[in-house]
């Protein structure tokens, strides 16, 4: 059974959709989550230089045509790919919380994330799998992706990733279970040290529910599903 014909068996379509349309509908959320456009100025001045210095320290001639505007473009990078410090993935949730009485899974699966391994300041990248099992109050299915962007977007190592979204949904929600399921790749791994391109490695985190080998095993299956 793939994931349309389990949501068809457990709910009627229209149902589904009245609270897709629910969850998205009427929140403003240019005060909850803004990527950067507008750089902080001292903090890229002092990130320019610095990056300034480690590629002299390197040997570069900073000067030449191809590395001039480096030091900043990278300091503007980094900004961007870091920016997740400056958000509260708590009040992301908040934003769009509604009383429902639905108790079934809902999962948001192949979420894409980018973040970056703070032991070797090189990316992570793959995807994420989210579910939870409302107790009463559901949430806007996107605002599932952008905690997971949030977290994401700090220096991190995948296990501390894994809970941290788990902890996030389950401490705001209180659902009658969360699991969390990533699966990434790790330049660190492949592009120094041990070598090996094609690793991917998998992490896991459950509460409540999804702690019962069935309702585990079902959300193994459903994100393992293909969407026909």
Known sequence: MNLFSFLKKNQSLYEINEITKMCNSGINHSNVYERIEVFDEEVTEELSQNYKNILQVLGEDVSREGLNKTPERVAKAMQFLLQGYKTDPVEILRSAMFKEDYRQMVIVKDIEIYSMCEHHLLPFFGKAHVAYIPNGTI??????????????????????????????????????GVAVVIEAQHLCMQMRGIQKQHSITTTSDFTGAFQKDATRDEFIKLISTKFS
């Open 139 to 176: 949430t806007g299915l996107s605002k599932i992706a952008r905690v997971v962007d949030v977290f994401a977007r700090r220096l991190q190592v995948q296990e501390r990733l894994t809970s941290q979204i788990k902890d996030c949904i389950q401490d705001t929600l209180k659902p009658l």
